[in-house]
Protein backbone atom coordinates (compact mmCIF):
# COMPACT_ATOMS: atom_id res chain seq x y z
CA UNK A 1 0.00 0.00 0.00
CA UNK A 2 1.42 3.35 -1.09
CA UNK A 3 0.77 6.18 1.47
CA UNK A 4 0.09 9.52 0.73
CA UNK A 5 0.29 11.24 4.07
CA UNK A 6 3.30 12.92 5.58
CA UNK A 7 4.01 13.55 9.06
CA UNK A 8 5.98 17.09 9.80
CA UNK A 9 7.80 17.57 13.19
CA UNK A 10 9.38 20.92 14.58
CA UNK A 11 10.88 21.74 17.12
CA UNK A 12 9.35 24.97 19.01
CA UNK A 13 12.98 26.59 20.10
CA UNK A 14 13.72 29.28 17.22
CA UNK A 15 9.91 28.42 15.90
CA UNK A 16 10.36 31.69 13.81
CA UNK A 17 12.84 30.11 11.89
CA UNK A 18 12.03 26.12 12.54
CA UNK A 19 8.62 27.08 11.17
CA UNK A 20 9.86 27.79 7.81
CA UNK A 21 10.75 24.23 6.84
CA UNK A 22 7.63 23.38 6.99
CA UNK A 23 6.72 26.18 4.34
CA UNK A 24 9.37 24.74 2.27
CA UNK A 25 8.10 21.45 2.53
CA UNK A 26 4.34 22.15 1.26
CA UNK A 27 6.23 23.81 -1.49
CA UNK A 28 6.67 20.36 -2.50
CA UNK A 29 4.00 18.00 -0.97
CA UNK A 30 0.30 19.74 -0.81
CA UNK A 31 -0.46 21.14 2.32
CA UNK A 32 -3.52 18.82 2.89
CA UNK A 33 -1.05 15.45 3.03
CA UNK A 34 0.74 17.23 5.45
CA UNK A 35 0.03 16.00 9.37
CA UNK A 36 1.97 18.77 11.53
CA UNK A 37 3.02 18.05 14.90
CA UNK A 38 5.48 20.65 17.49
CA UNK A 39 8.07 18.69 19.83
CA UNK A 40 9.19 21.10 23.19
CA UNK A 41 12.70 21.01 20.98
CA UNK A 42 15.04 18.94 18.89
CA UNK A 43 15.90 16.15 21.88
CA UNK A 44 12.15 15.10 21.55
CA UNK A 45 11.59 14.63 18.21
CA UNK A 46 12.98 10.86 17.59
CA UNK A 47 10.93 9.51 20.41
CA UNK A 48 7.79 11.23 18.35
CA UNK A 49 8.99 10.32 15.20
CA UNK A 50 9.10 6.78 15.92
CA UNK A 51 6.07 6.34 17.49
CA UNK A 52 4.70 8.27 14.27
CA UNK A 53 6.32 6.00 11.70
CA UNK A 54 4.78 2.79 13.53
CA UNK A 55 1.70 4.24 13.15
CA UNK A 56 2.26 3.09 9.78
CA UNK A 57 -0.05 5.86 8.16
CA UNK A 58 2.68 7.66 6.93
CA UNK A 59 5.13 7.95 3.54
CA UNK A 60 7.74 9.62 5.51
CA UNK A 61 8.54 11.71 8.83
CA UNK A 62 10.42 14.69 8.63
CA UNK A 63 11.70 16.65 11.42
CA UNK A 64 13.01 20.25 11.70
CA UNK A 65 14.99 21.50 14.63
CA UNK A 66 18.12 24.14 15.13
CA UNK A 67 19.99 23.37 17.43
CA UNK A 68 22.27 26.62 18.88
CA UNK A 69 25.35 26.89 20.68
CA UNK A 70 23.17 28.47 23.67
CA UNK A 71 26.51 28.80 26.04
CA UNK A 72 25.19 26.64 28.72
CA UNK A 73 25.95 22.79 27.35
CA UNK A 74 27.78 21.23 24.45
CA UNK A 75 24.65 21.85 21.39
CA UNK A 76 26.78 19.78 19.03
CA UNK A 77 26.59 16.79 21.74
CA UNK A 78 22.28 17.55 21.08
CA UNK A 79 22.87 17.47 17.62
CA UNK A 80 24.33 14.35 17.38
CA UNK A 81 22.00 12.42 19.71
CA UNK A 82 18.99 13.62 17.96
CA UNK A 83 20.50 12.73 14.60
CA UNK A 84 21.50 9.27 15.33
CA UNK A 85 17.84 9.12 17.07
CA UNK A 86 16.22 10.08 13.75
CA UNK A 87 18.57 7.67 12.19
CA UNK A 88 17.20 4.61 14.35
CA UNK A 89 13.62 6.12 14.14
CA UNK A 90 14.04 5.07 10.55
CA UNK A 91 15.88 2.06 10.91
CA UNK A 92 13.71 0.54 13.58
CA UNK A 93 10.34 1.30 11.89
CA UNK A 94 11.23 0.92 8.26
CA UNK A 95 9.94 4.25 7.64
CA UNK A 96 12.03 6.82 6.20
CA UNK A 97 12.50 9.70 8.61
CA UNK A 98 14.34 12.72 7.52
CA UNK A 99 16.08 15.36 9.15
CA UNK A 100 16.04 19.12 8.49
CA UNK A 101 18.42 19.61 11.85
CA UNK A 102 20.89 22.12 11.57
CA UNK A 103 23.45 23.43 13.97
CA UNK A 104 25.61 25.89 12.69
CA UNK A 105 28.90 26.71 14.25
CA UNK A 106 28.21 30.76 14.09
CA UNK A 107 25.03 32.04 14.95
CA UNK A 108 24.38 35.55 16.15
CA UNK A 109 20.28 36.43 16.92
CA UNK A 110 20.50 39.34 14.96
CA UNK A 111 17.72 40.17 12.06
CA UNK A 112 20.47 39.57 9.59
CA UNK A 113 21.50 35.67 10.68
CA UNK A 114 17.81 35.32 11.39
CA UNK A 115 17.37 36.14 7.83
CA UNK A 116 19.82 33.87 6.41
CA UNK A 117 18.38 30.84 8.41
CA UNK A 118 14.60 31.34 7.60
CA UNK A 119 15.41 31.32 3.99
CA UNK A 120 17.75 27.90 4.56
CA UNK A 121 14.96 26.33 6.20
CA UNK A 122 12.95 27.11 3.22
CA UNK A 123 14.99 25.38 1.04
CA UNK A 124 16.01 22.40 3.18
CA UNK A 125 12.27 21.75 3.53
CA UNK A 126 11.66 21.48 -0.27
CA UNK A 127 14.92 19.83 -0.01
CA UNK A 128 13.31 16.96 2.45
CA UNK A 129 9.84 16.42 0.70
CA UNK A 130 11.96 16.07 -2.15
CA UNK A 131 13.95 13.07 -0.97
CA UNK A 132 10.70 11.99 0.83
CA UNK A 133 9.27 11.78 -2.66
CA UNK A 134 12.23 9.83 -4.09
CA UNK A 135 12.28 7.36 -1.60
CA UNK A 136 8.76 6.31 -2.05
CA UNK A 137 9.20 6.10 -5.87
CA UNK A 138 12.44 4.04 -5.58
CA UNK A 139 10.83 1.78 -3.09
CA UNK A 140 7.94 1.14 -4.72
CA UNK A 141 9.53 0.45 -7.58
CA UNK A 142 11.60 -2.12 -5.44
CA UNK A 143 8.28 -3.63 -4.53
CA UNK A 144 6.54 -3.92 -8.33
Same mark, same amino acid.
Given at each position: MTHTRYAF? #??NWHADIVDRALDGFCEVIPENQ &???FDAPGAFEMPLLARDLAQTGRFAAVACAAFVVDGGIYRHDFVAQ? &? &?DGLMRAGLDSGVPVLSVSLTP???QETEHHNAIYRAHFVEKGREAAQAALMI? #??RTSMAA
Open positions: I #KA &VDVS &V &VHQYG #KT
